[in-house]
């Protein structure tokens, strides 16, 4: 397919299907941020009630970075991988310390936050700022492999990196990528999904059963008040081994603490 024929497709099907989504009706980098962290690996349609009740709780870079990291784990309920909430936090907090509450527009400065990988750089940049620059995700992934590579290859992100800049709208790089993520978001329901030849690609593991479910059953016992170790044990149906490496891990991480025999969030 000509690069031509590949961008009026994609945009064709934006300009019909594409979604309005609530991060996607500012400019404020602070926003746009929070709407990222919370992305990853998290489904859209979960995503937009808590972004709307996390920013009105937390409406800005001073607000989070002040607030009881407590406070912004309750929040947060619901959205999985807690560990994001603290990064997020985290990189809040950095962002007034060092850039006096503003977010920084270079690539370099983003990746040294917590929590910011080359991608979630790269789409604050885009969305935030309109700059273009070339970052991929899986329903990029997705358009690019459907597009220009055949069924039996797998594909590296080096290669679709190389079409991603080719093809890259310099003057619109936001509405292009939102383009190319509601258009990928489609072809992953309607073919076998795309991305699975990434070389990339890795199968989520079962989340029943999991350590990430209970480090949740964890956060969420302790959430509102604290707990006895008792009490929690009692709660939680898993090995006390498994409890413990998660406890231990919890408080390594900065999310619970111990006094005496109660453990409370910090």
């Known amino acids: 397919m000509s690069i031509k024929k590949f961008r009026k497709t994609v ?6 299907h594409g979604r309005i989504l609530p991060w996607r ?22 995503v937009v009630s808590k972004y709307t ?6 409406p800005n870079f001073k607000t989070l970075a002040n607030a009881r990291t407590s406070d912004v784990i309750q ?23 060092k850039y006096k509450g503003k977010l920084p527009s270079s690539y370099t ?12 750089a790269g789409a604050i940049m885009a969305f935030a700022y309109n700059k273009p620059i070339a970052c991929i995700e899986t329903n990029i992934r997705a358009v690019y492999i459907h597009h220009f590579f055949s069924p039996t290859k797998k594909v590296s992100d080096k290669e679709l990196l190389l079409l991603i800049e080719q ?12 383009a190319l993520m509601d258009y990928g978001s489609y072809l992953k329901k309607t073919l076998p999904n795309p991305a699975r030849r990434s070389t990339h690609h890795t199968k989520q593991k079962m989340f029943k059963g999991s350590n990430r479910q209970l480090r949740g059953n964890i956060l969420k016992l ?6 006895s170790e008792k009490k929690l044990f009692a709660e939680i149906q898993r090995k006390p081994i498994e409890i413990r490496g998660a406890l231990t891990a ?4 900065g999310f619970i603490q111990k006094k005496g025999a109660n453990i409370s969030l910090i």
């Open 222 to 227: 302790v959430s509102q008040k604290s707990i």
């Open 11 to 16: 945009w064709s099907y934006y300009r019909q």
């Open 109 to 120: 400065e983003l990746v040294s936050l917590p929590g910011i990988g080359p991608y979630t």
């Open 25 to 46: 009706k500012t400019r404020d980098p602070y926003k746009i941020l929070m709407s990222e962290i919370m992305l990853q690996q998290t489904q859209v349609d979960r």
């Open 167 to 178: 093809t890259l709208d310099t003057q619109n790089p936001r509405e292009w990528y939102w």
């Open 75 to 97: 929040a947060w309920q619901g959205l999985g991988y807690n560990r994001r909430a603290l990064n997020l936090q985290r990189c809040t907090q950095e962002v007034v310390q």
């Open 250 to 253: 919890l408080t390594k991480e």
């Open 53 to 58: 009740a996390f920013t009105k709780q937390f």
